[in-house]
């Protein structure tokens, strides 16, 4: 594709040595409004070599072809590493393209990836984007959640992990392949004795034929991503290499896009995190990524040995949730001096003030929170690092060629901006906004109608603000809120108040079912190694740190590990249905003393979470059972269904 030309940067822009827009890839280093002003004085896609993944990757390689573009630590030993150099890099990306495409029987290939980190796993997404369609796929989802992705996309080539890397849903592989019936063929990373190897196919592969594929363009869809799942079922969005190559060329802006960083990469590559904001932005630069072990930041060594493998590998830039940061902190006896890192960014859930503050304190890095959205290709604000402390609390500023705004809707339509620190649903435009999900039908909610300026603003679903100085300030997600008898209480709070406790590593606020008042305040905490904590002090805590009497959570309930996403985000989905699952032995133990609970389970997939209740009881009790039952459940929110066994 021949991209748009623009005129020559001024003498104050922001841009590196010898790096000016011009033929090939720009560099900049945007550290404040002037400079993003700089920056979208150019259209996107003239700052970058090429649109596709492939063509930026090949000219990196083009640059520094014996560079390693991968260095893959195999285990939390760091001696035990693999190099990937750029030239073989873009060689493997090649080859696997070959083999998608021969694989896929004729049809465009789509490529589902569930994979641990390891370069192979690059190699797939990008190779199967060069020619078709990459969908990641979360390995930790059960075989029923695989297979119905899988065939939401109609995957027709599967490259999957084996038992060597732990367990995951490559255990139940026979199963999730009798239950896609599109799949043509399936290529396996960690097992080179089996006949499906990928290692043993790439490396039989020539490139040869490679010239004459048929290519994606930069624009057309090229990944299937689902979303996290954070609050329900994952949704499949749309992704496209022009916006992916866009998100990781402001990504290098903000956080180095000189040849010489090093980025330590610890998150999932099936998450815009690990694949784009950290991934593709240091190839698209001509960077080494560092793969943190298959398990990345779920490894105890990473974690355990963070900052020696920093120094040994003179890691320059780190990305994480923070819930890694916070065990980076809790870890006793860290190493730190000495190290290389530059910035330091932190996403995928709302950075505590205290967490911030004492990482500073202790290691003299700031935590630079990013936000985005899988919706928009990743990340989408974040702090310029102008050489002082960020604005506390906030996920920074738009990125360039992006706007964010905080409003009101009513029935998916606007219906209002919202004056500077007031709060609304944060919508974003921009270069990088998707054009939606896999199943139109989920577009309906996603898109905000009848704004003013009639352009295409998507919906976050994120309760936020903006302050005069166009920080961006996140509340919660507004399906996080707790509302307490029409009451609505925002998370942070209760959240931000136990952080404040030494004991309290991570927190998490949620809405406990209430017959009378919708929702009652609870939060759940994991503590530090050895240290010990009471609910009533935590409680007692709160009352002191949180003014509004309504927001001090009724209970507080000390788990000994936070339940997690495969992103590292809090699962709050699992958190609500303990909640529930609690409040329906607690009525069924009041009601029907009498019936004995077999099993609770509780359905989030649908508008209304269902719980459905096994009981065994004396037959001639079921059918006064069924009725308390039915009178008691009736002013929950939640909706029940029994079932009984004979005592």
Same mark, same amino acid.
């Given at each position: 594709?021949?991209?748009?030309?623009? /005129?020559?940067?001024?003498?104050?822009?922001?841009?590196?040595?010898?790096?000016?827009?011009?033929?090939?890839?720009?560099?900049?280093?945007?550290?404040?409004?002037?400079?993003?002003?700089?920056?979208?004085?150019?259209?996107?896609?003239?700052?970058?070599?090429?649109?596709? !993944?492939?063509?930026?990757?090949?000219?990196? %390689?083009?640059?520094?072809?014996?560079?390693?573009?991968?260095?893959?630590?195999?285990?939390?030993?760091?001696?035990?590493?693999?190099?990937?150099?750029?030239?073989?890099?873009?060689?493997?990306?090649?080859? #696997?393209?070959?083999?998608?495409?021969?694989?896929?029987?004729?049809?465009?290939?789509?490529? =589902?990836?569930?994979?641990?980190?390891?370069?192979?796993?690059?190699?797939?997404?990008?190779?199967?984007?060069?020619?078709?369609?990459?969908?990641?796929?979360?390995?930790?989802?059960?075989?029923?959640?695989?297979?119905?992705?899988?065939?939401?996309?109609?995957?027709?080539?599967?490259?999957?992990?084996?038992? @060597?890397?732990?367990?995951?849903?490559?255990?139940?592989?026979?199963?999730?392949?009798? %239950?896609?019936?599109?799949?043509? /063929?399936?290529?396996?990373?960690?097992?080179?004795?089996?006949?499906?190897?990928?290692?043993?196919?790439?490396? #039989?592969?020539?490139?040869?034929?490679?010239?004459?594929?048929?290519?994606?363009?930069? =624009?057309?869809?090229?990944?299937?991503?689902?979303?996290?799942?954070?609050?329900?079922?994952?949704?499949?969005?749309?992704?496209?290499?022009?916006?992916?190559?866009?998100?990781?060329?402001?990504?290098?802006?903000?956080?180095?896009?000189?040849?010489?960083?090093?980025?330590?990469?610890?998150?999932?590559?099936?998450?815009? +995190?690990?694949?784009?904001?950290?991934?593709?932005?240091?190839?698209?630069?001509?960077?080494?990524?560092?793969?943190?072990?298959?398990?990345?930041?779920?490894?105890?060594?990473?974690?355990?040995?963070?900052?020696?493998?920093?120094?040994?590998?003179?890691?320059?830039?780190?990305?994480?949730?923070? #819930?890694?940061?916070?065990?980076?902190?809790?870890?006793?006896?860290?190493?730190?001096? *000495?190290?290389?890192?530059? =910035?330091?960014?932190?996403?995928?859930?709302?950075?505590?003030?205290?967490?911030?503050?004492?990482?500073?304190?202790?290691?003299?890095?700031?935590?630079?929170?990013?936000?985005?959205?899988?919706?928009?290709?990743?990340?989408?604000?974040?702090?310029? $690092?102008?050489?002082?402390?960020?604005?506390?609390?906030?996920?920074?500023? &738009?990125?360039?060629?992006?706007?964010?705004?905080?409003?009101?809707?009513?029935?998916?339509?606007?219906?209002?901006? !919202?004056?500077?620190?007031?709060? +609304?649903?944060?919508?974003?435009? *921009?270069?990088?906004?998707? !054009?939606?999900?896999? $199943?139109?039908?989920?577009?309906?909610?996603?898109?905000?109608?009848?704004?003013?300026?009639?352009?295409?603003?998507?919906?976050?679903?994120?309760?936020?603000?903006?302050?005069?100085?166009?920080?961006?300030?996140?509340?919660?997600? %507004?399906?996080?809120?707790?509302?307490?008898?029409?009451?609505?209480?925002?998370?942070?709070?209760?959240?931000?108040?136990?952080?404040?406790?030494?004991?309290?590593?991570?927190?998490?606020?949620?809405?406990?079912?209430?017959?009378?008042?919708?929702?009652?305040?609870?939060?759940?905490? @994991?503590?530090?190694?050895?240290?010990?904590?009471?609910?009533?002090?935590?409680?007692?805590?709160?009352?002191?740190?949180?003014?509004?009497?309504?927001?001090?959570?009724?209970?507080?309930?000390?788990?000994?590990?936070?339940?997690?996403?495969?992103?590292?985000?809090?699962?709050? &989905?699992?958190?609500?249905?303990?909640?529930?699952?609690?409040?329906?032995?607690?009525?069924?133990?009041?009601?029907?003393?009498?019936?004995?609970?077999? $099993?609770?389970?509780? $359905?989030?997939?649908?508008?209304?979470?269902?719980?459905?209740? #096994?009981?065994?009881?004396?037959?001639?009790?079921?059918?006064?059972?069924?009725?308390?039952?039915?009178?008691?459940?009736?002013?929950?929110?939640?909706?029940?269904?029994?079932?009984?066994?004979?005592?």
């Amino acid at each position: 594709m021949t991209l748009a030309t623009n /005129k020559a940067a001024s003498s104050s822009a922001p841009w590196l040595s010898g790096a000016a827009p011009g033929a090939g890839l720009a560099r900049a280093a945007v550290r404040s409004d002037a400079d993003r002003a700089e920056v979208e004085r150019y259209d996107p896609l003239s700052l970058l070599p090429a649109d596709t !993944v492939y063509e930026c990757i090949a000219a990196s %390689a083009a640059a520094a072809p014996d560079k390693p573009a991968i260095i893959h630590m195999k285990s939390g030993d760091p001696a035990d590493t693999v190099s990937v150099t750029y030239r073989d890099l873009v060689s493997d990306i090649e080859k #696997a393209a070959c083999l998608f495409s021969e694989a896929a029987q004729g049809e465009v290939p789509v490529v =589902s990836c569930i994979v641990p980190l390891h370069p192979q796993g690059l190699v797939a997404v990008w190779g199967a984007g060069t020619v078709g369609i990459a969908n990641p796929i979360n390995p930790f989802l059960d075989a029923a959640g695989v297979a119905s992705i899988m065939n939401s996309v109609k995957a027709n080539v599967l490259v999957v992990g084996t038992s @060597q890397f732990g367990a995951g849903a490559w255990d139940r592989l026979d199963q999730i392949a009798g %239950a896609v019936p599109t799949l043509k /063929k399936i290529f396996l990373i960690g097992d080179t004795d089996d006949d499906r190897s990928f290692a043993k196919a790439l490396a #039989a592969q020539s490139t040869a034929g490679f010239a004459s594929l048929k290519r994606r363009k930069g =624009s057309e869809d090229s990944v299937y991503m689902p979303t996290g799942g954070t609050t329900g079922a994952p949704k499949i969005v749309r992704h496209s290499q022009d916006k992916h190559l866009i998100d990781a060329w402001l990504m290098g802006a903000l956080f180095g896009a000189s040849e010489d960083e090093v980025v330590a990469q610890g998150m999932p590559h099936f998450h815009v +995190g690990g694949l784009v904001a950290a991934s593709l932005r240091a190839v698209l630069f001509g960077q080494t990524i560092l793969i943190l072990t298959p398990d990345g930041f779920r490894n105890p060594g990473v974690v355990g040995g963070f900052w020696n493998i920093m120094k040994r590998f003179k890691v320059t830039s780190v990305i994480a949730t923070p #819930a890694t940061a916070a065990a980076l902190l809790a870890a006793p006896g860290s190493d730190h001096e *000495g190290h290389s890192i530059r =910035s330091f960014g932190c996403g995928g859930s709302t950075v505590p003030v205290e967490l911030l503050r004492s990482f500073h304190k202790r290691f003299g890095l700031y935590l630079r929170e990013l936000w985005g959205m899988t919706e928009f290709h990743g990340v989408t604000t974040g702090h310029p $690092d102008h050489g002082g402390e960020p604005a506390i609390g906030s996920v920074g500023k &738009p990125f360039a060629f992006h706007e964010v705004k905080a409003i009101n809707i009513e029935d998916g339509e606007f219906a209002g901006e !919202v004056p500077n620190g007031s709060e +609304g649903i944060i919508v974003v435009k *921009g270069a990088c906004v998707g !054009v939606g999900y896999v $199943d139109p039908r989920a577009n309906e909610e996603f898109f905000v109608k009848g704004m003013p300026d009639g352009d295409v603003w998507a919906n976050t679903g994120d309760l936020g603000s903006m302050d005069e100085e166009g920080h961006v300030w996140i509340h919660g997600r %507004a399906k996080d809120l707790i509302v307490r008898g029409g009451h609505k209480i925002d998370p942070k709070v209760i959240e931000e108040a136990l952080q404040h406790h030494p004991a309290v590593q991570v927190s998490a606020a949620i809405g406990r079912p209430d017959a009378r008042r919708g929702e009652m305040p609870i939060a759940y905490v @994991q503590l530090k190694a050895g240290s010990d904590v009471s609910a009533d002090e935590l409680i007692a805590l709160c009352q002191e740190q949180i003014s509004e009497r309504a927001a001090v959570p009724i209970e507080i309930i000390t788990l000994p590990a936070m339940p997690m996403t495969a992103v590292g985000k809090i699962a709050k &989905p699992q958190l609500r249905v303990d909640a529930t699952t609690r409040v329906v032995r607690e009525v069924v133990s009041q009601m029907a003393p009498s019936a004995e609970i077999r $099993d609770v389970t509780v $359905d989030q997939t649908g508008k209304r979470p269902v719980a459905r209740i #096994a009981l065994t009881v004396p037959e001639s009790e079921k059918a006064s059972v069924t009725q308390k039952l039915e009178e008691a459940f009736t002013s929950f929110e939640f909706s029940t269904e029994l079932s009984f066994q004979a005592a």
